[in-house]
């Protein structure tokens, strides 16, 4: 199973009986789909960035859960054909690293990132001269 995420946004006229209906119809949507809910944290009633079927406002919810990858398709297909939930969008958590035996992962430093990027070194660049000294003019004469 998978980490994933969802933010979706519950249409502003439902009263707090019926918003709290309708996250717990997304968990139990997660946990019949044979996923495993973590956390849900409602936001609360927020503007959108722009007018969704006439409505201008929303409860923005997001729920952290797991769920096997095939599954996701169909948890979508039936969040499209629901009556409260009206925009939504599921997201892969990025894996967390485990440390082991209390080792901290180790952090690239900014020279090898700069070697990796194909850059010179700072103290390459600054022992190295940016202009080649200028001969000294002579006179000639033809």
Do not use: C
Request: aromatic share 6%; proline share 6%.
């Amino acid at each position: 199973m998978r980490d994933y995420e969802i933010l979706y946004i519950v249409r502003p006229d439902l009263d707090e009986e019926q918003l709290n209906e309708a996250v717990a119809k997304v968990s139990g949507l997660i946990e019949t789909l044979g996923g495993q809910h973590e956390r849900t944290n409602v936001w609360g009633k927020r503007r959108l960035a722009y007018e969704v079927n006439h409505l201008k406002e929303g409860y923005y919810v997001l729920t952290e859960f797991q769920i096997d990858a095939g599954r996701v398709p169909e948890m979508e297909s039936t969040l499209k054909i629901s009556d409260t939930v009206f925009r939504h969008l599921v997201v892969r958590r990025p894996e967390r690293k485990k440390a082991t035996d209390g080792q901290q992962p180790e952090v690239a430093s900014p020279t090898a990132t700069e070697a990796a990027a194909g850059e010179p070194a700072a103290a390459e660049a600054e022992e190295s001269p940016a202009t080649e000294p200028e001969e000294e003019e002579r006179d000639v004469e033809p």
